[in-house]
Structure formats: C-alpha cells, structure tokens
C-alpha cells in the first residue's frame, strides 16, 4: 500500500469518527479544504462514494460502513478491501436503503423491482415505509422517494413517477342527505393529502391510513380526499362517487432523492435508471 493511500484512508477513518468535516480537521491538524480533497481523492481512486454529506451532516454511506469494519492496524487486510470495493464501480451488487411512503412503494417501486432484481441477485434492497419525511443521511438511508414538492433543496432528486391528482368522494347514503358540493368551500376546505373523513353534526373522523378513510367514506361518514387512483375501483362499482374534479389539478409525483450521485455504485445507478420516469 502506497503512503498515499494510507494518508487518504485515515483522512476518511477520521472524519467518519467525527461525523463533522471541521473537527475531523482540527484533530488531524490540518484545514477543512484539504481534508475535504483528500477525502474525495480516496473516493475518486476507489470508484465509489464513502461518505454521504449535506451541509448539516456526514455520515458513511455503505461502502464506507464496510470499510469502517475493517480494523485500522491490519493494514494488508485494509489493501485488500480497497480493491474489493473498487469492484462496486462496475459490478452491480450491494444493499439500497431507501424511505418512502406506501403509496409510493406499492405503485412506483415495486412494479420495477418485480422486473429488475431477479436479474440482478447481488443487488438488495431495502424499503423502509414511513408517513413521514426522514432524515436520510442521519438514519443512512441510500435514498428517499418523496412528493417533488416535499424534498428539500440541498437534495439531488429524479422523477419516477408520473403527475398523480387528488379525487375527493362521498358514499352514495352521504349524498343521499347532503348536497353536491360545488366549490371546495362548500364542504371541504383541505388540500392533498387530507387525513380525515369530513362530515357534519361531529361525524368527523381522522386517520393517517387510506383504508381506514376509505372504510368511513363507504360508510357514509363523509367526504374523503385521497388519491384518485386509490379509490378508483370504488368509484367504478358505484361504492364512492366523486366530486369536485374540476378543482383538483395534478401536481408533481414521486422522486427519488440522494444527497449527491457523485461516484454512485453501480448498484445505485442501475436502480435510478430503472426507475427513471419516461414519459
């Protein structure tokens, strides 16, 4: 192993200690720019991402979660793992973790994952299903699928899906004693993503799970905002009928979103671009 090299990885060691590119300089006596180019110097060498940054965090992205494994004194086994992880550059192979909502996974993700991981063994990949957005980097995520307008602007993001459109229904008992609204004023005075059934005498109910919404909208408890393609099926049967569509325009659908696809694995790329929206 060249002194280069160790030079570069115990700049990396260093700051994957410290989480923070600044006392990670301080420690190794040196200025925040030069640590930073060192570091990227072992990226570029490697082929591959070490670490994952924002301008609030730094964290270790899975190649160097692998490396950090590997014990600083046993420098040949150290030699050796640089070499294998260079392999990650051309090779897909290794886990993706990624945050996203259920909607997202059950009707952008896993249509392509169905397809595409039977030909690729060596790739996992991991789906972690949350109502919220998550701090991808401080929980090392790979990436997060999101609403385009929900992800912040420090992010890298890509379209995978396509424009999505909210619906707003009522059960035919509901219209049975309640008129048609016409504007949204007139009975439902909320946006995408509404979480609850809006009735009237107190028959209000709130969730966070469609199901659930849907149940109290077929129930008559209501009128109900989801997603139009969440409730198409009831619609069609005549369960639901929906109101108001002239009112709900479309609006940007999912993106993945990564900190920054400088030196992506092979692994990684492949995902995006499978999941790329074509229209």
Not at 117 to 128: G, I, M, Q, T
Not at 170 to 194: I, V
């Amino acid at each position: 192993m060249r002194r280069e090299e160790l030079v570069d990885l115990n700049a990396f060691l260093t700051v994957a200690e410290e989480q923070n590119f600044t006392r990670a300089a301080a420690k190794l006596g040196t200025s925040q720019s030069a640590l930073s180019y060192t570091v990227r110097r072992l990226e570029t060498r490697l082929g591959v991402r070490l670490l994952t940054r924002t301008t609030r965090r730094v964290a270790p992205a899975e190649a160097g979660e692998r490396l950090l494994k590997t014990p600083g004194p046993a420098l040949e086994d150290i030699g050796a793992e640089l070499a294998a992880l260079s392999e990650l550059r051309d090779k897909p192979a290794g886990t993706i973790r990624i945050t996203t909502s259920e909607h997202a996974a059950h009707s952008v993700l896993w249509p392509v994952l169905e397809k595409l991981l039977p030909d690729y063994p060596d790739v996992h990949v991991e789906l972690a299903i949350d109502l919220g957005l998550t701090d991808i980097v401080a929980e090392r995520f790979d990436a997060g699928v999101r609403l385009g307008e929900s992800i912040a602007r420090d992010m890298v993001a890509v379209r995978i899906g396509p424009d999505l459109r909210m619906a707003v229904v009522g059960a035919p008992s509901y219209f049975a004693a309640h008129p048609k609204p016409r504007t949204p004023q007139d009975r439902l005075g909320a946006g995408k993503g509404r979480t609850h059934v809006e009735g009237t005498r107190g028959r209000s109910l709130a969730f966070n799970n469609v199901p659930m919404i849907l149940r109290a909208a077929t129930a008559g408890f209501g009128l109900a905002c989801v997603l139009e393609d969440q409730v198409k099926a009831l619609v069609t049967n005549g369960s639901l009928i929906r109101v108001l569509e002239g009112w709900c325009p479309p609006f940007a659908g999912y993106h993945l979103y990564d900190p920054s696809r400088r030196q992506p694995s092979a692994a990684f790329a492949l995902l995006v671009d499978a999941l790329r929206h074509r229209a």
